[in-house]
């Protein structure tokens, strides 16, 4: 005989889960105490949301499963912010809630929200288990669907009895079982030979590598097909990392925050090859205007979302990854040379901007410091507003990961993202680069870090403002400063670091940052660097 | 245009809430929703008619595939399928009128499935169209009340939509 609780944890072993990460509460109280016999780790964070963005991170950097558990009620809407952030990016999170008594359910008793309900809109799927023995087929679905096809979280609700109910026998099935389901995962061989059809005929073809080939490990293929092809490539924000930044035929990121030479490149391309990219409103403010120009094909293995955003000449659903091991083997080099010319010019008449200060850090010479001095393989974590726009932009991404919330552009993601990323890879440096606004939302997780000993770096861009609104105010509101200031409600962020126990320090100039930087990423421990910028310092 | 959807979907609790708050989140046109077995007592079917152009129509279709439950979605082939939805319309009815009103009845195919002194109710079970001109033709009598369900809708001929896959 098991109860329901040892089965959620057998079935967690099974599918070769070693740490999950958490905030226990009544109503998930007998798993815990089921967890206490497992080998499982269990890393507790100091608030939900971060629960889930640390398996974000854990799962985004090791390639698993992220698992996250809450207890019901408040701990369980507290994780909402984070499952919203993991699906609008697609990242495999398993989401275990506990729930209310299930003879309770409906009657708004202590500590009951219907979180499946509540994340309908944002989950891939969702369980709200009545009887311990779904358990085990419940289990074996959910993982299967968080990780196959578009991968994204699924959760699973289980209420107190549920996990106390006795069940006769444990038996995991071999394989899930769901007729509704049948993600395609092979392009379609005559698709593809469109493609490549297409592709021989076009002046100006240009690749746009979306969140969607790091999603199916297809780094070397996309590499391969663009050396291969000749065709020049730039990337939406959740792709960068695939190419890197010094690649003779990479543009950069495209997108309203996006690179000059980029974005000007695709307005005048003939041909765009859409791979994982979903061509959101931040990457392509006017996707009409591109299919008027240019052939569009794309590459994607959710069908939805060909021709949600964009119209497209040729459609090709599948895993990129093969798609683009197919199309680097058949391809060969037809692009123009005066188009790869014209390339090369773009990319040379807008260079990053920005030059060394002495009254202040400037960021993004700073990001371009701090990517020279990283080791190859880093995984860089950057936060959401300007700090995002400056990592992205500058941040030379070599063998290793760009991680941020790109899709649903959460403020606190890095810290937490980080932690999860460090726990994945523990031998590999990884830095989280937050703005003090956004530093601020997840400041708690330093908990975390110390009682872990987790060696996250973390940067934090300390302007005194909330830099991205504070631009937008500028630019579009009279420069009329409300709700923006954080000026003399912020802590001395060196002082909170030591009163938890994490060495920091603060730099005022470029040349400052620069040697704590180096000791920074020298030193065995968590740290965190200050850097004081310029409020004034523009985004791009 | 109008498109109908046949949607085969797992019979369970909960899948419904889920079809519909799709429709509300996306910004799609629902014109009618019904819902009931099949010959399958593990499977539901669910026939929509969505307002909107082809393009919409496509986006319905891919995100309820993307839904786990949804078994099987098919985009009626409009002139290839049989429709029908029941209304029961309930009319002023004053004793000189019942004749006429019988009449209506006759010619429209519907029921006249309850009398009182100064009412009558029909039932029809018929396409949109033919449902509405009854409910023109008697409208000068005054309608009082009007029941609808949403379309049901089958294919003609031998062919039939179905799940690929059984369990």
């Given at each position: 005989m098991f109860s329901g609780a040892q089965i959620m944890v057998k079935c967690l072993e099974e599918e070769n889960v070693n740490l999950v990460f958490g905030y226990p509460g009544a109503a998930i109280c007998p798993f815990y105490d089921c967890l206490f016999e497992s080998d499982i780790r269990h890393i507790l964070c100091r608030e939900e949301q971060n629960a889930a963005h640390e398996a974000s991170g854990y799962a985004r950097s090791s390639g698993k499963i992220g698992v996250c558990v809450a207890t019901s009620g408040p701990g369980a809407t507290n994780l909402i912010t984070g499952i919203a952030t993991a699906y609008m990016d697609s990242i495999p999170l398993i989401i275990i809630t506990g729930q209310v008594n299930s003879w309770l359910?409906?009657?708004?008793?202590?500590?009951?929200?219907?979180i499946t309900g509540a994340c309908e809109s944002f989950t891939k799927h969702s369980y709200l288990v009545?009887?311990?023995?779904?358990l085990t087929h419940i289990f074996k679905e959910a993982f299967y669907i968080a990780s196959t096809g578009r991968p994204g979280p699924v959760l699973i609700d289980i209420p107190t009895d549920i996990q106390n109910q006795m069940v006769e026998d444990f038996h995991y099935p071999e394989k899930a079982q769901i007729r509704g389901y049948k993600p395609r995962t092979q392009g379609h061989i005559m698709q593809i030979k469109k493609a490549l059809i297409a592709i021989s005929k076009a002046k100006r073809p240009i690749l746009c590598c979306g969140g969607g080939v790091v999603l199916s490990g297809a780094r070397e293929e996309m590499i391969a097909f663009a050396t291969n092809s000749g065709i020049p490539v730039c990337a939406t924000m959740m792709g960068i990392?695939?190419?890197?930044?010094?690649?003779?035929?990479y543009l950069g990121m495209i997108g309203t925050h996006g690179r000059e030479s980029a974005n000007r490149a695709l307005k005048k391309a003939d041909l765009v090859i859409l791979c994982g990219?979903?061509?959101g409103d931040r990457a392509v403010s006017s996707p009409e205007q591109i299919a008027n120009k240019a052939v569009i094909i794309h590459i994607d293995?959710?069908?939805?979302?060909?021709?949600?955003n964009i119209q497209v000449d040729i459609p090709i659903v599948g895993d990129i990854r093969g798609v683009l091991h197919t199309m680097a083997e058949e391809i060969?080099?037809?692009?123009?040379e005066e188009w790869k010319k014209e390339v090369l010019e773009l990319k040379n008449q807008y260079p990053l901007r920005g030059v060394p200060r002495e009254d202040a850090v400037e960021p993004r010479v700073f990001i371009r410091d701090l990517s020279s001095m990283m080791e190859e393989n880093a995984i860089l974590v950057a936060d959401v507003g300007q700090n995002q726009i400056w990592s992205a932009r500058n941040f030379n991404v070599k063998r290793g990961r760009f991680l941020t919330?790109?899709?649903?552009?959460?403020?606190?993601?890095?810290i937490p993202a980080a932690i999860g990323a460090k726990l994945a890879k523990p031998r590999r440096q990884v830095v989280a680069v937050c703005g003090d606004g956004s530093f601020q939302m997840a400041m708690c997780e330093l908990g975390t870090i110390m009682q872990y000993q987790i060696p996250i770096k973390i940067i934090i861009m300390q302007n005194g403002t909330l830099g991205m609104v504070k631009e937008f105010q500028d630019k579009?509101?009279?420069?009329?400063?409300?709700?923006t200031q954080l000026k003399g409600g912020e802590p001395d962020f060196v002082l909170l670091a030591k009163s938890y126990g994490i060495k920091a320090e603060c730099a005022f100039s470029n040349q400052e940052a620069k040697e704590a930087a180096a000791r920074m990423l020298e030193s065995p421990d968590p740290y965190i660097l200050v850097c004081r910028v310029d409020p004034d310092t523009p985004s791009i | 245009m109008k498109f109908t959807l046949s949607v085969l979907v797992?019979?369970?609790?909960?899948l419904l809430s889920k079809v519909v708050s799709l429709f509300a989140r996306r910004g799609f046109n629902i014109d009618s929703l019904a819902v009931g077995v099949t010959e399958d007592s593990t499977i539901s079917r669910i026939t929509i008619v969505v307002d909107g152009d082809e393009s919409i129509v496509e986006q319905v279709e891919k995100q309820l595939n993307k839904?786990?439950?949804?078994?099987k979605v098919k985009v009626l082939t409009p002139g290839n399928f049989l429709s029908r939805e029941l209304s029961l319309i309930k009319v002023n009815c004053r004793t000189q009128d019942r004749i006429d009103l019988m009449k209506i009845a006759e010619l429209m195919k519907a029921q006249i499935i309850d009398v009182a002194p100064s009412s009558l109710t029909l039932e029809i079970s018929d396409t949109q169209e033919n449902t509405q001109t009854l409910i023109d033709l008697v409208h000068p009598y005054g309608i009082k009340e009007i029941v609808r369900t949403g379309a049901i809708a089958i294919e003609k001929g031998a062919q039939i939509t179905k799940s690929k896959v059984n369990p």
């Amino acid at each position: 005989m098991f109860s329901g609780a040892q089965i959620m944890v057998k079935c967690l072993e099974e599918e070769n889960v070693n740490l999950v990460f958490g905030y226990p509460g009544a109503a998930i109280c007998p798993f815990y105490d089921c967890l206490f016999e497992s080998d499982i780790r269990h890393i507790l964070c100091r608030e939900e949301q971060n629960a889930a963005h640390e398996a974000s991170g854990y799962a985004r950097s090791s390639g698993k499963i992220g698992v996250c558990v809450a207890t019901s009620g408040p701990g369980a809407t507290n994780l909402i912010t984070g499952i919203a952030t993991a699906y609008m990016d697609s990242i495999p999170l398993i989401i275990i809630t506990g729930q209310v008594n299930s003879w309770l359910l409906g009657r708004d008793v202590f500590q009951e929200a219907d979180i499946t309900g509540a994340c309908e809109s944002f989950t891939k799927h969702s369980y709200l288990v009545k009887d311990a023995n779904d358990l085990t087929h419940i289990f074996k679905e959910a993982f299967y669907i968080a990780s196959t096809g578009r991968p994204g979280p699924v959760l699973i609700d289980i209420p107190t009895d549920i996990q106390n109910q006795m069940v006769e026998d444990f038996h995991y099935p071999e394989k899930a079982q769901i007729r509704g389901y049948k993600p395609r995962t092979q392009g379609h061989i005559m698709q593809i030979k469109k493609a490549l059809i297409a592709i021989s005929k076009a002046k100006r073809p240009i690749l746009c590598c979306g969140g969607g080939v790091v999603l199916s490990g297809a780094r070397e293929e996309m590499i391969a097909f663009a050396t291969n092809s000749g065709i020049p490539v730039c990337a939406t924000m959740m792709g960068i990392g695939v190419v890197p930044m010094n690649s003779d035929h990479y543009l950069g990121m495209i997108g309203t925050h996006g690179r000059e030479s980029a974005n000007r490149a695709l307005k005048k391309a003939d041909l765009v090859i859409l791979c994982g990219a979903r061509v959101g409103d931040r990457a392509v403010s006017s996707p009409e205007q591109i299919a008027n120009k240019a052939v569009i094909i794309h590459i994607d293995i959710d069908p939805a979302e060909i021709g949600k955003n964009i119209q497209v000449d040729i459609p090709i659903v599948g895993d990129i990854r093969g798609v683009l091991h197919t199309m680097a083997e058949e391809i060969t080099d037809t692009v123009p040379e005066e188009w790869k010319k014209e390339v090369l010019e773009l990319k040379n008449q807008y260079p990053l901007r920005g030059v060394p200060r002495e009254d202040a850090v400037e960021p993004r010479v700073f990001i371009r410091d701090l990517s020279s001095m990283m080791e190859e393989n880093a995984i860089l974590v950057a936060d959401v507003g300007q700090n995002q726009i400056w990592s992205a932009r500058n941040f030379n991404v070599k063998r290793g990961r760009f991680l941020t919330s790109g899709g649903l552009g959460t403020m606190g993601y890095a810290i937490p993202a980080a932690i999860g990323a460090k726990l994945a890879k523990p031998r590999r440096q990884v830095v989280a680069v937050c703005g003090d606004g956004s530093f601020q939302m997840a400041m708690c997780e330093l908990g975390t870090i110390m009682q872990y000993q987790i060696p996250i770096k973390i940067i934090i861009m300390q302007n005194g403002t909330l830099g991205m609104v504070k631009e937008f105010q500028d630019k579009l509101y009279h420069s009329h400063y409300i709700a923006t200031q954080l000026k003399g409600g912020e802590p001395d962020f060196v002082l909170l670091a030591k009163s938890y126990g994490i060495k920091a320090e603060c730099a005022f100039s470029n040349q400052e940052a620069k040697e704590a930087a180096a000791r920074m990423l020298e030193s065995p421990d968590p740290y965190i660097l200050v850097c004081r910028v310029d409020p004034d310092t523009p985004s791009i | 245009m109008k498109f109908t959807l046949s949607v085969l979907v797992e019979n369970q609790p909960g899948l419904l809430s889920k079809v519909v708050s799709l429709f509300a989140r996306r910004g799609f046109n629902i014109d009618s929703l019904a819902v009931g077995v099949t010959e399958d007592s593990t499977i539901s079917r669910i026939t929509i008619v969505v307002d909107g152009d082809e393009s919409i129509v496509e986006q319905v279709e891919k995100q309820l595939n993307k839904l786990i439950q949804v078994i099987k979605v098919k985009v009626l082939t409009p002139g290839n399928f049989l429709s029908r939805e029941l209304s029961l319309i309930k009319v002023n009815c004053r004793t000189q009128d019942r004749i006429d009103l019988m009449k209506i009845a006759e010619l429209m195919k519907a029921q006249i499935i309850d009398v009182a002194p100064s009412s009558l109710t029909l039932e029809i079970s018929d396409t949109q169209e033919n449902t509405q001109t009854l409910i023109d033709l008697v409208h000068p009598y005054g309608i009082k009340e009007i029941v609808r369900t949403g379309a049901i809708a089958i294919e003609k001929g031998a062919q039939i939509t179905k799940s690929k896959v059984n369990p």
